[in-house]
């Protein structure tokens, strides 16, 4: 099993829809075995500047992790498709353990 995570900001778009929206959209439609979006608290994206989105006034960007799990071969196809609609964000991947009794 391999884990991916892809590091945006909450407020991109592609093609009039939030991007984490399309990720996980694209995620299902590629049959991806799980996924889960989570939001930063505090973060940053090349750069020095923090973004604070729970401050209160603050106008930053939310910084945003989706993280999804399946074979090694599936997410390395997934990941291939996935860079030919967007270039944005930073991506790790790395192998997991299930866990199980």
Same mark, same amino acid.
């Given at each position: !099993?391999?884990?991916a ?8 778009? =592609?093609?009039?829809?939030? =991007? /984490?929206?399309?990720? !996980?959209?694209? $995620?299902?439609k &590629? ?10 608290? #505090?973060? /940053? =994206?090349?750069?020095? &500047? #923090?973004?604070?989105?729970?401050d =209160?006034?603050?106008f930053?960007?939310?910084? #945003?992790?989706? +993280? ?10 997934? $990941?291939?498709? $996935?860079r030919?609609? +967007?270039?944005?964000? /930073?991506?790790?991947? &790395? ?7």
């Amino acid at each position: !099993m391999v884990q991916a995570q892809i590091f945006i900001n909450k407020n991109e778009f =592609l093609g009039g829809q939030p =991007l /984490y929206e399309f990720i !996980m959209q694209f $995620l299902i439609k &590629h049959q991806v075995k799980s996924a889960t979006a989570f939001n930063g608290s #505090l973060g /940053y =994206l090349q750069g020095s &500047h #923090l973004s604070r989105p729970n401050d =209160l006034f603050s106008f930053d960007e939310v910084p #945003l992790l989706i +993280t999804f799990i399946d074979s090694e071969e599936k997410i390395k196809e997934v $990941l291939k498709s $996935l860079r030919t609609v +967007t270039q944005s964000g /930073y991506v790790i991947v &790395h192998d997991v353990k299930e866990w199980s009794e």
